[in-house]
Structure formats: C-alpha cells, structure tokens
C-alpha cells in the first residue's frame, strides 16, 4: 500500500518544498512599494523644436516666476525659442543671442518633472486654482505636432506644491522645484558672459581703457600637445602660465547684468574701452574686435559692444577695471618675486 502511494507522497513533500521556497522568496507577498509619479512630459524631448514662455499679466497668476526672475527688468515679455536643426534662436521679445547650454538645462529639467496627483480632471472654474486667462504658462510643440502647455496656478495650501493646468485640462499638482524651474524669462536664455574665445586659439590680446588708464598687449602661443608649455609675454615680457590664462579669465569673465540693447543705441556715448583679440581658427587668423561706451549720466556701468557690432552688454565698471587691471597686477607680482 505505501509502496503505492510513494510517488504521490514524493510529489507532495516536492510540492511543499517549492511552496516553502516561494514564500521564503516572497513571491507571494504583495508588492507595497508606490507606483512612481507619472512625468509631465510624455514627448521625446530630442523632439521638441519650439518653446513659448508666457509670464503673468499684471496682478495675475502666481508670482513665483516674477520673483525668480534673474534680470532687473520692469514686467518680462513672452518668451519664443525655434530650433531648427541642432540650432536654437530667440525670436522673441528679440532676436537675442542665446545660450545653447541654458535651454538644455531648461529641457532637463522639463523632461525630470513629475506630476504628484490629479486635483480635477474637468473643472468648470479654474479660478479657484489661481488659473485665468493671464496666469502664467509654458508651451512646447515637438516636430510630430505634439504639444504641452503647462498653466501655473497658486500654491496648495498644504505648501511646496503648485497647482497646474494641463493642455487646458486637467488640474495637477507640480512641485514648488518644478514651477521654479519652469518659469523663465528672455535673460535666462541669454550668455551673460558676452566675451569669450578658446585660449588653444589665442595669438593675441590688446587691452586700452580709460578706466582704468591701462594700455597692454598679451601674447601667447599655444603647444597643442601640451598645454603646459604654452608660452605667454605680456608687453614683450615672458611671464608663467597661471598669470597669462590669469589675466584672459578676468577679460572674458565680465558679466552683463541685463538683457542686451542694439549697438547702435550705446555708439553715441563715450568710448572708454578697445580691447582686440586675435586668434587662429582652422589655421586662419581672424581678429576679434571690442569697444566700450559709458554713459556720462551712468559712470557704474559700460556698454560693450560685439565683433559683429550688432549688440551692446551692460558690464560693471568694477568688472571692467578689475579686468583692465589683471595684467598690471600681474607684472605688479612678477617684479616682486625674488
């Protein structure tokens, strides 16, 4: 009799083990882990060729934007940004020269933001939420003919959360991170360091200000198989590696404070600054020329002006001088060395 039920008794105790087996696995345990919150942004972001930022009327929507806003202008304009190819452009409020590198970080941080909760998927009045016809809000278009628009409203009562209208729909919960993250205007898209070049390709910097009265001429020359035997003189002059790239970070350093003006409104001020930079591009020289206009009503600040003669930068008069002044310094340090 037993040697009949054997097999069954095998099959039972084999049963029993692999049950045992997957409870000591938890293979039946529920999974309590919470489902992640779904992303704001459903499109390939790689596929997005056109930005729109639209800031608050007057006395509408929240504020946040307003308040995080970098540049000290009166009420911030619409902001349009086309891309076409790799290529992105500002086409409004102007055709300001942009940083590329700004609006991938903006991008980035579209493509991170999640979505914490549904408030109400129909609403009738979005007033409630702070969402009217002058609230601030974002808009993407991506290259199939998708589109997100994005309407901030004001901040939930239980803090760190804004609500937000979806593609005029649906209202969400966003964090207070995202909504900071999100509301930009034009100078937030602008290069604040207007001044720039590779030192790899740098022959030559010719600085003359008025303010400070400096005049001096760098020169260098690279060593592309190693950088640090690169060779630099300042007025004739040999002086160390760290002085030289010392004196073209101070000069390339000067921040504008403010969105940028036509050349052409600054040219009738008084010229305080040349500086010129040559350089050598693909084997071809090319120089780079500067100028600076101050204002005689506004002595803290300067204009300066592109190579393209196109754009005038506000720059600090501080900023100006303490570049102007990196080269004196730095010949200042190299005769008091022993």
């Not at 087996?21 to 345990?29: D, H, K, L, R």
């Not at 190819?85 to 980035?108: H, K, R, S």
Request: aromatic fraction near 8%; proline fraction near 6%.
């Amino acid at each position: 009799m037993i040697r009949k039920l054997m097999p069954s008794i095998i099959l039972l105790i084999i049963l029993v083990a692999g049950v045992s087996y997957a409870y000591s696995q938890n293979f039946f345990q529920k999974d309590d882990t919470p489902a992640a919150d779904p992303k704001l942004l459903t499109m390939n972001v790689s596929d997005i060729d056109s930005i729109q930022i639209h800031p608050a009327s007057s006395g509408g929507g929240n504020t946040a934007a307003v308040q995080n806003a970098t540049a000290p202008s009166a009420a911030p304009e619409a902001v349009q940004l086309d891309k076409k190819g790799q290529t992105w452009t500002m086409t409004a409020p102007a055709a300001y020269p942009v940083n590329p590198y700004a609006i991938d970080d903006w991008l980035t941080a579209l493509q991170s933001a999640a979505v914490h909760g549904t408030v109400e998927e129909q609403p009738a009045d979005t007033s409630k939420y702070g969402i009217r016809a002058d609230t601030q809000a974002i808009t993407v278009h991506s290259q199939d003919g998708s589109k997100l628009t994005v309407a901030i409203g004001d901040e939930l009562p239980t803090k760190g959360y804004f609500y937000a209208q979806l593609n005029g729909s649906t209202i969400v919960q966003l964090a207070q991170q995202t909504v900071t993250d999100l509301q930009a205007d034009a100078f937030h898209f602008i290069d604040t360091t207007p001044v720039g070049w590779d030192d790899n390709q740098l022959t030559q910097l010719k600085w003359s200000s008025t303010e400070p009265a400096v005049s001096w001429t760098l020169d260098h020359q690279a060593n592309l198989a190693d950088p640090a035997q690169d060779t630099w003189t300042l007025n004739g002059k040999s002086i160390a590696l760290d002085q030289g790239t010392g004196i073209t970070d101070a000069v390339k350093n000067m921040p504008t404070d403010r969105l940028p003006v036509p050349a052409s409104q600054v040219q009738s001020y008084r010229k305080v600054l040349t500086f010129s930079v040559s350089l050598t591009v693909d084997g071809k020289a090319a120089t780079e020329r500067y100028q600076g206009w101050q204002d005689p009503d506004d002595k803290q600040y300067v204009w300066i002006t592109d190579p393209q003669n196109r754009w005038a930068y506000h720059v600090s008069t501080d900023a100006l001088s303490s570049a102007g002044q990196s080269a004196v310094n730095a010949v200042d340090t190299d005769q008091s060395s022993p």
